[in-house]
């Protein structure tokens, strides 16, 4: 406090300057002294409440040990989940397939046959697959339709879930020569759809014997069965 008194051995001081001086040191000597009582309270008060247990460590371990039991019961749930069904696995490959667009289709003649069917091959290469439905159906009711168009017309029919109309065409497609490896295939994953694996299993076993189109996924096929039965 003796540097803040200096100014008072001024003797030359007005009363206005003295007064001044004395508010100054009154305003200095309470910030001080409201300083010490703080500081007090916070030295006596805050390592009680830094150090005050909120749960006691026998509670702690257990919230704990409920916390890991639960994570670990929906890791187990979605990690089973996650692993879809052999009729599930075909639908997924069925959905991801892609029509694709036979361009001989599209440049064959000029009659109304031939027109025809590059309007179905046209719907069915942009996922119209009623719309193509329609025009196969046309081809049908006039005893058109050759073993290419019995084949699409089953695939527009297994892309839209219609599976016993799917195999009907893709027999059909197979007593008129078409495409066996890609029909078998076709057969294969509508029966597996149907859960018909007693016509679906002897398809896929070829399929995997010959090393035909789809051999890889039949086998995919085939484990999941495995799995289903063993659980």
Request: glycine fraction near 4%.
């Amino acid at each position: 406090m003796i540097n803040e008194l200096d100014p008072y051995l001024n003797n030359d001081l007005s009363p206005e300057e003295e007064e001044m001086i004395t508010q100054n040191l009154i305003q200095l000597k309470f910030e001080e002294e409201k300083k010490a009582v703080w500081r007090k309270k916070i030295e006596t008060d805050y390592p009680q409440i830094r150090g005050r247990k909120i749960f006691s460590n026998r509670v702690l371990t257990l919230f704990l040990l409920a916390v890991a039991v639960v994570l670990i019961t929906a890791l187990l749930y979605f990690t089973r989940s996650e692993s879809p069904t052999h009729v599930q696995f075909a639908q997924q490959l069925i959905y991801e397939m892609e029509p694709i667009q036979d361009p001989d289709i599209l440049r064959k003649g000029t009659s109304s046959i031939d027109q025809k069917r590059a309007t179905a091959m046209f719907y069915f290469s942009n996922k119209n697959f009623k719309s193509a439905l329609k025009i196969y159906d046309e081809l049908n009711s006039i005893k058109a339709l050759n073993k290419m168009d019995c084949f699409y017309k089953g695939m527009c029919h297994l892309k839209l879930s219609n599976y016993d109309s799917a195999i009907e065409y893709y027999t059909q497609a197979l007593e008129l020569g078409g495409p066996e490896e890609e029909l078998n295939w076709a057969m294969a994953l509508a029966y597996t759809c149907q859960n018909d694996m007693q016509q679906a299993i002897p398809l896929l076993n070829s399929i995997i014997t010959n090393n035909d189109f789809g051999a890889g996924q039949a086998r995919e096929i085939l484990a999941k069965v495995s799995e289903s039965e063993q659980e």
